[in-house]
């Protein structure tokens, strides 16, 4: 079957499953004249009032819908909500065959047969990765052939000062430490099952290289990081390399979302409707 061909008269219909601050970001962006190909149909959330009142001055008005009714408004599903409700949206756009853009991927790592429902139902997920660098050059250095890959995370302490595993381990990060801390080591699968909310870019990492339990994760809490900062070191038979993004944060209220997320969905959207791809 060819690939739809999306349109200003036949425009790409976009449903929002989160609306904090990057469904915010991403309506207001959506809404404008940047995206004329693509039409935001539908917004779903936890308070489904409150996100009536939040979309009211977007224009066109997307209708405000449960989750389970997004896929009957939207050729692509953007997930865009805590990493504790992506079963709840992934699966009823997958099984109804729509397009699932995701920005929680570690959820994949407890909900691995969500690939498999995909594929029965010609569904597709789509990972946002504007967190991490280089993720073009990891599938193509794949295919070449990986010896060794590992993500070193570093977060300014104030974001994992409540962590239960930091708070469980004996670290008190409520005074910044002076030097950086190394605060785990082990594989992607264990990163994302024990910082589900910090470490979706080791799901990222994972899916586009050696899998989640040959891809190894060093997370730093750092006083010197404004934000965060995830550094690729990948070694191949046909590239080395060595990849550092410093990702500014985001003004919510927990500044715990990367600047770049929002951006990265609309890069992934985009795509999706310009008659040119670049990357692999």
Request: proline fraction near 7%; glycine fraction near 8%.
């Amino acid at each position: 079957m060819p690939a739809m061909i999306y349109s200003l008269d036949n425009p790409m219909r976009v449903a929002l499953a989160g609306f904090g601050t990057v469904g915010k970001s991403l309506a207001q962006s959506l809404t404008g004249d940047g995206f004329p190909a693509i039409r935001l149909t539908a917004i779903s959330a936890r308070d489904l009032d409150k996100a009536r009142r939040a979309s009211a001055g977007l224009e066109p008005t997307p209708q405000v819908v449960t989750v389970a009714e997004l896929p009957d408004h939207a050729d692509v599903v953007v997930e865009c909500a805590p990493a504790t409700a992506f079963r709840e949206i992934a699966e009823p756009a997958l099984m109804a065959g729509k397009t699932l853009v995701s920005v929680s991927p570690s959820a994949l790592a407890t909900h691995s047969d969500l690939i498999d429902l995909a594929q029965a139902h010609g569904g597709r997920i789509q990972v946002a990765t504007g967190a991490l660098p280089g993720l073009d050059t990891v599938r193509s250095a794949l295919e070449g052939g990986i010896s060794s890959v590992k993500l070193v995370a570093r977060f300014r302490p104030d974001r994992l000062v409540r962590s239960d595993y930091v708070l469980a381990h004996g670290f008190d990060f409520s005074t910044p430490p002076e030097e950086p801390v190394l605060i785990f080591s082990g594989t992607a699968r264990e990163a994302t099952t024990t910082f589900t909310r910090h470490l979706n870019v080791a799901a990222a990492l994972a899916l586009a290289g050696l899998g989640l339990d040959e891809t190894l994760v060093e997370l730093w809490v750092d006083p010197d990081v404004i934000g965060s900062a995830m550094r690729i070191e990948l070694d191949s038979d046909v590239i080395k390399l060595d990849l550092v993004a410093w990702n500014r944060p985001s003004g919510g209220p927990k500044g715990g979302t990367s600047r770049i997320v929002a951006p990265s969905v609309l890069a992934a959207l985009r795509a999706m409707v310009s008659p040119i791809k670049v990357g692999s």
